[in-house]
């Protein structure tokens, strides 16, 4: 659900509400893709992982299911997830890290836990993010990319912290690769202080915690506002806040079918019958089990 600011002075073109999406064992708040608003930049998906607290014997355990047309960037602040693809990739993702998962063409992966972590009580909170590829790249060969924390350019903007993900911004460019001009960045900013945010063609804002004003205006938490990018935009903070920043260029019209992205609807039902009939590659180690294609 969204609501268009009547201001025509607003810093704020629209907010958009997350919608609950039920995984099974927890809950996640989904801001993108919504039918008012299907992109910001090239990103195409935005979810929110938690705060979630699972008991012994329960946690992530995400089967093993394929993808097109997309690139994953998954990034915990709390927790861990062990990733498996069908290029054989084995990745224990933990908090910091950036993955990025290139599907192109088509690939599978599944997302679960070491057995240790699920015999314990444990908690998981992090952003998976999905990233339309440019036409170009739309069928380019799947790969993996995992980048640790320590790689992720860490800056002090007078006095605020902050990590460039993705993208440049601040004079300092990300290692994790990019296919068109893409911004992803979060920041901590303590009672008073302020972050002039950098510019792109398209931004989205998320609060995620703390009290927070742009360009003097309050923003709710946990849900994503699209901003003026024909203004200088500025964050104040009342109270201790963390916030993640998406943009880039527009990526133009993509189709979203479970989890399937193209520009072209014909693809995307091709990906749906060769995941129906078995042809897309297994994941080695994680053989067995599937999610199948959703009966509508």
Partial sequence: MQHLDPGHTSAIKMVIQPRIADLGDFSVRRLLPVKERKTIGPWIFFDEMGPAEFAPGSGINVRPHPHI??????????????HRDSLGSLQLIQP????????GKGIVHSERERPQVTATAHSLHGLQLWLALPLADE????????????????????GVAVRVLMGTAYGVSSPVPVFSNTLYLEAFLEPGQQLVLPQAAELGLYLLSGELQLNGQPLQQQVLAVPDTTQQLTVT????????????????????????????KARIEQAKQDWQQGR?????????????????
Wanted: glycine residues 8%; hydrophobic residues 45%; negative net charge.
């Fill in 69 to 82: 047309g997309l690139a994953t960037v998954t990034y915990l602040f709390q927790g861990e997830i062990l």
């Fill in 96 to 103: 910091g890290d950036i993955n990025l998962m290139v599907a």
């Fill in 139 to 158: 069928e380019t060969e799947p790969a993996f990319y995992h980048i640790p924390s320590a790689h992720i350019p860490a800056l002090d903007i007078n």
């Fill in 237 to 264: 903070a009342q109270k201790a806040a963390r916030i993640a920043l998406i943009g880039g260029d527009a990526i133009g019209q993509r189709f979203v079918n479970w989890n399937f992205v193209s520009s072209s």
């Fill in 280 to 296: 897309f590659a297994k994941v080695p180690g994680d053989e067995t089990e599937f999610i199948p294609y959703p009966v509508s």
